[in-house]
């Protein structure tokens, strides 16, 4: 049978971290000297049973550094020089050079230990405290996304509360490590038990190179697509298509801790693929589960964001074209103006008698100049409302590329007030083909007034300009997030974190209150 080594590390503080533990680094603040280098009168009616100046001294300087540190010094008098003096002034000693012969008889500094630890009433970290604080960084350990360092952190100052000796670095270390373990496995079998032998195998083939390719299915999956380009666009859709194909998309995980299994996500997106094939069977089916549940999300990400890209290109491409025949028609536009001005002028002159406006008219400009004047204003001076629609047919065949692919691969929902845009999407990705469709039953309710000429000309509809607008709008409600995909991370309900029902109810008047 073959041994898997846990893949948790002995030791995880460095070095400097080590040594820092349980030891004065620098010297105390004048707030920290107050707060726990100041002798108590219970302090100093104990240290006044002791008859030499050397030991009164010692016995004050262990008392305060187990205040301050939660433990005791394996050198008693490696303290700081300002402790010394701060506790010297306050015996009464004028000479703190006495406190060298505190060292000269070993027994003394441990008799007094014991005697500090039952005046300050702290205990030694054993029995029912050690199991106390395991299980506390069990549940620790399991809602937070805590490092060791940390957990370490958190144990010693549970111990300090807790009024209870510290034990040594390394002790601690091995507790932290086995919570880590203990958790990780246990949250390895939750995982892999969920999965039946062909979920399973197909996850386990995500770590084999198929004959003829250099990579595994693992870190093909895991390079995500860079070209903004419709066959961009298309090839990522293939990529979710080949993550749900899996099987596993739908496992429910919602029950077990989220900060573990994005660790182990994290894992999956960024270790070698010959790494997580030396894990054991548990803890490599729970790492390539969290890992693609977690790669859909990024997948669909990518998805949207070169969508959003793709919309965006193409709105920078109709501004540059209606930029270009503004350009183009600018003089045409000029010249027709000019004689409208100058029509207008006459109109305008009260010395013209009304009787022969149009005689006046008509003999300074030509009436058929005149009237191509007016085609030309209104041909060329429309509303720039008018002009978008029309402007945006030349990126039809682009958007007409992708969008249906896009509605029919990825999960979309909204607020209500974009529901006919779903409805638009709906329509669009229900058959397969544009003839099977009946377009006299496509919503409409969705599409602008600026764009209903294109769409709806007469009582057709405009099946490339139709396209194109549910396109451009899905963008819009996709921008302003009012429309949204449940399986992203970037482009999820916004309203998903907000606490609702009976948990909003329990706190909205001191929200409310707060708020003013």
Not at 125 to 152: M, N
């Amino acid at each position: 049978m073959l041994l898997v080594r846990s893949v948790v590390p002995d030791t995880f503080l460095t070095r400097a971290q080590r040594d820092a533990y349980g030891k004065y680094n620098g010297d105390p603040t004048p707030q920290q000297l107050y707060n726990y280098f100041r002798l108590t009168p219970k302090d100093l009616a104990v240290i006044a049973n002791l008859r030499r100046d050397h030991t009164r001294l010692g016995f004050a300087i262990q008392l305060c550094t187990l205040k301050f540190l939660g433990t005791f010094l394996e050198h008693p008098v490696d303290v700081p020089a300002i402790v010394v003096r701060t506790l010297a002034r306050q015996l009464g000693l004028k000479h703190t050079s006495v406190l060298s012969q505190y060292l000269d008889r070993r027994p003394t500094r441990f008799e007094h230990q014991a005697q500090i630890r039952k005046h300050l009433q702290y205990r030694e970290f054993q029995g029912y405290e050690v199991v106390r604080l395991a299980r506390l960084l069990l549940a620790r350990h399991l809602i937070s996304d805590d490092k060791p360092a940390q957990l370490l952190d958190f144990a010693t100052q549970h111990l300090t509360r807790r009024h209870m000796v510290l034990p040594g670095v390394t002790t601690l270390e091995r507790l932290v490590q086995k919570v880590r373990q203990r958790n990780a496995t246990a949250l390895s079998r939750k995982l892999s038990a969920r999965l039946n032998n062909q979920q399973a195998q197909s996850l386990e083939d995500l770590l084999i190179v198929p004959d003829g390719q250099k990579l595994t299915p693992l870190e093909r999956m895991r390079a995500a697509p860079t070209r903004v380009t419709a066959p961009g666009l298309l090839g990522a859709l293939d990529r979710l298509h080949t993550i749900r194909a899996l099987g596993v998309s739908r496992i429910d995980l919602s029950d077990l801790p989220a900060s573990r299994i994005a660790v182990l996500a994290r894992q999956g997106l960024t270790l070698f693929a010959f790494s997580i094939a030396n894990f054991g069977r548990d803890r490599r089916l729970a790492t390539l589960l969290a890992f693609t549940q977690h790669l859909e999300r990024r997948a669909t990400d990518d998805a949207l964001e070169l969508f959003e890209a793709l919309m965006q290109q193409q709105g920078l491409s109709v501004a540059r074209k209606r930029t270009n025949e503004r350009l183009r028609t600018l003089k045409d536009l000029d010249a027709a103006a000019l004689l409208l001005r100058d029509a207008a002028r006459l109109i305008l002159d009260r010395s013209v008698p009304d009787g022969q406006l149009r005689t006046a008219v008509f003999k300074l400009i030509d009436e058929g100049k005149l009237a191509e004047a007016v085609g030309s204003v209104s041909e060329l001076a429309s509303n720039a409302d008018d002009e978008e629609s029309e402007t945006w047919l030349h990126a039809a065949t682009t958007v007409g590329r992708f969008l249906i692919p896009l509605a029919a691969t990825i999960e979309f929902d909204g607020v209500d007030r974009d529901q006919p845009i779903l409805d638009a999407l709906r329509f669009l990705t229900k058959a397969d083909g544009a003839k099977r469709r009946n377009w006299n039953k496509a919503p409409r309710t969705f599409v602008p007034a600026s764009w209903k000429a294109s769409v709806f000309p007469g009582d057709d509809v405009n099946r490339r300009a139709y396209v194109l607008c549910a396109a451009r709008q899905l963008h819009l409600a996709l921008k302003r997030r009012s429309i949204f995909a449940p399986k992203s991370l970037r482009f999820g309900d916004p309203r998903a974190q907000l606490l609702q029902g009976a948990e909003w109810d329990a706190v909205k008047d001191d929200v409310a209150r707060d708020l003013g």
